[in-house]
T-cell receptor
Framework: EAGVAQSPRYKIIEKRQSVAFWCNPISGHATLYWYQQILGQGPKLLIQFQNNGVVDDSQLPKDRFSAERLKGVDSTLKIQPAKLEDSAVYLC??????????????FGPGTRLTVL | AQSVTQLGSHVSVSEGALVLLRCNYSSSVPPYLFWYVQYPNQGLQLLLKYTSAATLVKGINGFEAEFKKSETSFHLTKPSAHMSDAAEYFCAVSPLSGGYNKLIFGAGTRLAVHP
């Protein structure tokens, strides 16, 4: 079974530039998550999709971050414009469904963003 | 709000020694609890989870964790460390209600294993 795919793996940009990350979840997984992992910290949930609808974006800085999941499969996360403090690893994860007993989240390898 | 505290950002052990990584949670109601491992340049992998069944949970790679409600703890242990265990370990909590499968992570503990 193929895992969660993410691209690019690394990205270096200057502040005020725009950047986009792509995620392809495990086939059949209805729920998709984007996490931000700053160096020395644990991952923080940015946004969670159930199919193509948003169920939690309470910690997404909506003035500069946006995400979409068209057709309930792939997802893109965009930052526009980027700030120095956005330097982090962006992790995508997917799970079978939400609700009821906790369903295991499977993580991709992440995209390491450096903002100069 | 629920949170997780991992005591010790770095732990160093000798190969063959006991591994003990500490995790305490804050919640009035025992939540679901998890341990994840992250190897360099890789995503997180689930080691084990507690979902209100047995308090002693066994996971992959010889790791286990014990849920202690009285201490609000969920420490991770392994009797004998291997060099391959060197990685970063994250404890996480998921609320039982209204959480939509949400995970709240601790800051992580980096485990070093010396020959």
């Amino acid at each position: 079974e193929a895992g969660v795919a993410q691209s690019p793996r690394y990205k270096i940009i200057e502040k005020r530039q725009s950047v986009a990350f792509w995620c392809n979840p495990i086939s059949g997984h209805a729920t998709l998550y984007w996490y931000q992992q700053i160096l020395g910290q644990g991952p923080k949930l940015l946004i969670q999709f159930q199919n193509n609808g948003v169920v939690d974006d309470s910690q997404l800085p909506k003035d500069r971050f946006s995400a979409e999941r068209l057709k309930g499969v792939d997802s893109t996360l965009k930052i526009q414009p980027a700030k120095l403090e956005d330097s982090a690893v962006y992790l995508c994860a997917s799970s079978v469904a939400t609700g009821g007993l906790h369903n295991e989240q499977f993580f991709g390898p992440g995209t390491r963003l450096t903002v100069l | 709000a629920q949170s997780v505290t991992q005591l010790g950002s770095h732990v160093s052990v000798s190969e063959g020694a006991l591994v003990l990584l500490r995790c305490n949670y804050s919640s009035s109601v025992p939540p679901y609890l998890f341990w994840y491992v992250q190897y360099p340049n890789q995503g997180l992998q689930l080691l084990l989870k507690y979902t209100s069944a047995a308090t002693l949970v066994k996971g992959i790679n010889g790791f286990e964790a014990e849920f202690k409600k009285s201490e609000t703890s969920f420490h991770l242990t392994k009797p004998s460390a291997h060099m391959s265990d060197a990685a970063e370990y994250f404890c996480a909590v998921s609320p039982l209600s209204g959480g939509y499968n949400k995970l709240i992570f601790g800051a992580g503990t980096r485990l070093a294993v010396h020959p």
